[in-house]
């Protein structure tokens, strides 16, 4: 909005010509987004609470997860409007990337919305049924691959988008024609569950999304700027710019929110934010074309989904074959099965964090391999 408004009348003053830079608008971006979510944050977590959003426990969750009963939950209120309002100021509204992220966000916000108000205002306690969730998800998926697929080059996006580079090899792609469409969609579902899984500890979501936005970030500033990318053998992707003010917007709302997240978290984010953002950094990559870079990033979120799968899987099958289930992991996902190890929930978060600052640095180390 503030592009719109006042870069027009850098012909009057050379003052306003500051909004024309991706910099400075991704810098005023961040700093919106952190402030909006540290003064809203407090006031929807008195509504929640005043409203009795409150976390239920799940009766397979560790023993020391009963503190937490009572804690507020659709916090991805705090971060939704934080990133939309902070977004809306600073971004270039015409930009088709960024009306793609609109629409991921609110979509995907509506689904994780309506399955934590069924949860917890009309007292369902399974929430929204997993196949309705599911058909949310990739109906949304569905809709932007086939826009991406088909309108690439209003993206600015030269050559087929369905060639993706590979981050270790210098000029080296992987050629997915048609495939694409599958592949894109189950990314954009799978990260957003995969997400979901992964807040399940006070602050270990946010916080390795804001080290794994903070790696895209970097990419689709140095994509979005023609000498560093032709300098770095990168593609040069003009819409990327914006993505970066998009991405700082973001940053800033999930340490904005990580300000009440953290241990003892004052409020959980709730599907209403997990579902949402995992789509909102699929949806990124792809638009980058940095699908294979955002899997290093975001292996945590990976390894937390694969643990879930490799536990039921393995449940089963040895059920089966013994009459008596057995399984890989104490308890799944990853970061519980460490818990019942003796491991207390501050050194997991930040042990995990460190682990999500070390791939976000393999990550950015590899381009300049290509």
């Keep these: 909005m503030f592009y719109h408004l006042f870069f027009p009348l850098e012909r009057y003053s050379i003052l306003f010509n500051v909004f024309r830079y991706i910099t400075f608008r991704s810098i005023a971006a961040f700093l919106t987004g952190l402030i909006i979510s540290l003064i809203l944050g407090p006031y929807l977590i008195r509504l929640l609470k005043q409203k009795s959003a409150v976390e239920h426990i799940d009766e397979d969750a560790p023993e020391r997860h009963r503190i937490k009963q009572g804690t507020p939950t659709m916090g991805g209120l705090i971060i939704l409007f934080s990133l939309l309002i902070s977004s809306l100021l600073w971004n270039n509204l015409t930009n088709p990337a960024i009306l793609m992220m609109y629409l991921t966000t609110i979509w995907l916000g509506v689904f994780g919305f309506l399955d934590d108000f069924l949860k917890n205002f009309v007292k369902l306690k399974k929430g929204l049924l997993p196949k309705y969730k599911l058909w949310g998800q990739i109906s949304i998926a569905v809709i932007l691959t086939l826009t991406i697929y088909y309108s690439s080059s209003d993206l600015g996006i030269?050559?087929?988008?369905?060639?993706?580079?590979?981050?270790?090899?210098?000029?080296?792609?992987?050629?997915?024609?048609?495939?694409?469409?599958?592949?894109?969609?189950?990314?954009?579902?799978?990260?957003?569950?995969?997400?979901?899984?992964?807040?399940?500890?006070?602050?270990?979501?946010?916080?390795?999304?804001?080290?794994?936005?903070?790696?895209?970030?970097?990419?689709?500033?140095?994509?979005?700027n023609f000498i560093i990318a032709d300098y770095l053998n990168l593609q040069?992707?003009?819409?990327?710019?914006?993505?970066?003010?998009?991405?700082?917007?973001?940053?800033?709302t999930l340490i904005g929110f990580l300000w009440f997240n953290s241990y003892p978290a004052q409020v959980f984010m709730g599907d209403t934010g997990s579902l949402t953002l995992g789509g909102i950094m699929a949806v990124i990559s792809i638009l980058l074309r940095e699908q294979l870079f955002f899997m290093i990033i975001g292996l945590i979120f990976v390894a937390e989904a694969v643990s879930v799968i490799m536990q039921?899987?393995?449940?089963?099958?040895?059920?089966?074959r013994t009459g008596s289930g057995k399984r890989i992991f104490l308890c799944?996902?990853?970061?519980?099965?460490?818990?019942?190890?003796?491991?207390?929930?501050?050194?997991?978060?930040?042990?995990?964090?460190?682990?999500?600052?070390?791939?976000v640095a393999v990550a950015l180390a590899t381009i300049k391999l290509r």
């Design 158 to 224: 030269e050559g087929s988008i369905s060639n993706i580079q590979v981050p270790f090899l210098k000029n080296t792609f992987l050629h997915l024609g048609w495939f694409f469409i599958p592949f894109a969609v189950f990314m954009i579902v799978g990260t957003s569950n995969a997400v979901n899984l992964t807040d399940g500890l006070d602050g270990l979501a946010s916080g390795t999304l804001a080290l794994a936005a903070m790696g895209l970030g970097i990419m689709s500033y140095l994509k979005g």
């Design 236 to 252: 040069f992707i003009p819409q990327a710019g914006e993505l970066t003010v998009f991405i700082s917007a973001l940053i800033g």
């Design 312 to 320: 039921r899987y393995y449940f089963k099958w040895s059920k089966q």
């Design 332 to 359: 799944a996902p990853l970061h519980h099965h460490y818990e019942l190890k003796g491991l207390h929930e501050v050194k997991i978060v930040i042990r995990f964090w460190i682990v999500a600052i070390l791939l």
